[in-house]
């Protein structure tokens, strides 16, 4: 499992386009026939991909968390942007359509991913965090994920948020997970900008069309960089950076986050006209 380690916010102000890649912008997560994970050492956080074309992928135990089986002190969250798929989780059975969220609690042994069609397979989004408890595995369809909108499109920011694993919605020991579409014309996302100090986040950019990009922006506030961001491409955001992004069309993310809260309205805004 490829391991991304601490970079400091002074850091990263002196990192070239190339280390800013190396270090946050994840490209290779969702390869057919392939499980893929690479552990952040912000909040312990597994980011991953699994793309279940012609054969089922199973969730292994990795040896960097000296565990006997992956989930043994860590709990799951798992989101398909693909075609309808099924997850089976010790021998029970979940079906996911596009946009579905499936929570699998600490302590379930076998997790298993497979598409109902392998000429359009399944692509299984996954965040994993250290729990210190088990919570239910719960399955949440995107229509049931309280749908929020906000922004304008006088502001290109016109946009929805679902939210699926979070305090009022399914239960976890620290992971909170959701995703957000941005409507027709409308471009930037989480504009204006925040940071949380006290919780990491990763985002997962998807629906990007084929010739399409997002401009991404992390840093602190006031030393902003940017990576440029394609179709099916993560990015780690430390809890001291801003994460926001600007598209050159509308498009979708998935954002999660684990650390020290679980409250999604603690966030630390930053005034447009504050950033550098
Ligand atoms: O569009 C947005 O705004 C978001 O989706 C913001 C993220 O959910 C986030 O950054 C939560 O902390
Ligand atoms: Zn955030």
């Not at 490209?27 to 991953?48: E, F, P």
């Not at 798992?78 to 929570?103: A, P, Q, T």
């Not at 919570?135 to 049931?144: F, H």
């Not at 305090?167 to 989480?190: A, D």
Request: proline share 4%; with cysteine.
């Amino acid at each position: 499992m490829e391991q991304r380690y601490h970079n400091s916010p002074n850091e990263t102000k002196n990192m070239n386009t190339e280390q800013l890649r190396n270090n946050f912008l994840i490209d290779n997560l969702m390869q057919a026939d392939k499980l893929t994970l690479v552990y952040s050492h912000y909040d312990r956080m597994i980011i991953g991909g699994a793309v279940p074309a012609t054969t089922p992928l199973t969730l292994n135990n990795e040896a960097e968390l000296r565990a006997d089986f992956f989930l043994e002190r860590r709990e799951l969250g798992i989101i398909n942007v693909g075609g309808n798929g099924k997850v089976e989780v010790d021998g029970k059975v979940y079906e996911l359509g596009v946009k579905d969220c499936l929570y699998v609690g600490r302590g379930q042994k076998r997790v298993v991913f497979s598409s109902d069609n392998s000429q359009n397979p399944a692509v299984y989004y996954l965040l994993s965090a250290p729990a210190h408890k088990e919570y239910a595995t719960q399955l949440m369809k995107k229509e049931d994920a309280t749908p929020t909108t906000v922004g304008s499109l006088e502001t290109s920011n016109h946009r929805t948020i679902y939210k699926y694993i979070h305090k009022q919605g399914i239960e976890s020991c620290q992971l909170v997970m959701g995703l957000t579409t941005l409507n027709t014309g409308s471009v930037w996302n989480t504009m204006p900008s925040h940071t949380h100090d006290r919780r990491m986040e990763a985002y997962f950019y998807f629906d990007v069309q084929p010739g399409q990009a997002v401009v991404h922006f992390m840093g602190q506030p006031t030393e902003t960089r940017h990576i440029m961001v394609h179709n099916h491409q993560a990015l780690i955001s430390p809890p001291w950076s801003i994460h926001s992004g600007c598209g050159t069309a509308n498009y979708s993310f998935i954002w999660g986050m684990a650390g020290e809260n679980q409250d999604y309205a603690d966030m630390d805004a930053v005034k447009i006209d504050e950033l550098r």
